[in-house]
């Protein structure tokens, strides 16, 4: 793990609009505090800079660890993981009620590497549709 000074912190949380940049979950309603994604992982030589960071909750964070490609389940391919900082969400990613779709060989791999679609998060993102922050505005 990497030193995120505070400043950093800050900008990366207020860039987000404090949604995971991967699967937009807010962390308002949220007991953990999200992570600090390096997007490019340290152990790859990724950079402590805001190019290289997003907000990840803690599923979508853990569940990425140092991974920067998974397998596409459609080809069985390999295909980048999501890069909240050179791909556009909408171009990857669909909301289909409270399920994410992948539309591309990147957004499918990244549903897949990251558990996106796991009963858990789909419990939570029903609560969060009741609360009107599902999906999210910037998703809509």
Request: charged share 20%; hydrophobic share 40%; with cysteine.
């Amino acid at each position: 793990m990497s030193y995120i000074p505070a400043d950093m912190r800050r900008f990366v949380l207020k860039r987000a609009h404090n949604l995971c940049e991967y699967c937009g979950l807010s962390q308002v309603g949220q007991a953990a505090t999200f992570h600090i994604d390096h997007i490019i992982p340290v152990t790859a030589n990724g950079p402590t800079d805001t190019g290289n960071l997003a907000l990840a909750c803690v599923a979508c964070s853990l569940y990425k660890s140092a991974q920067q490609t998974a397998l596409d389940p459609l080809s069985n391919k390999p295909a980048t993981i999501f890069n909240p900082r050179l791909d556009i969400w909408q171009e990857h990613f669909q909301w289909q009620d409270v399920q994410l779709v992948g539309l591309t060989p990147t957004g499918r791999a990244t549903i897949k590497a990251l558990k996106m679609n796991r009963p858990a998060i789909l419990a939570i993102r029903q609560e969060e549709h009741f609360f009107d922050r599902h999906p999210p505005k910037w998703h809509r």
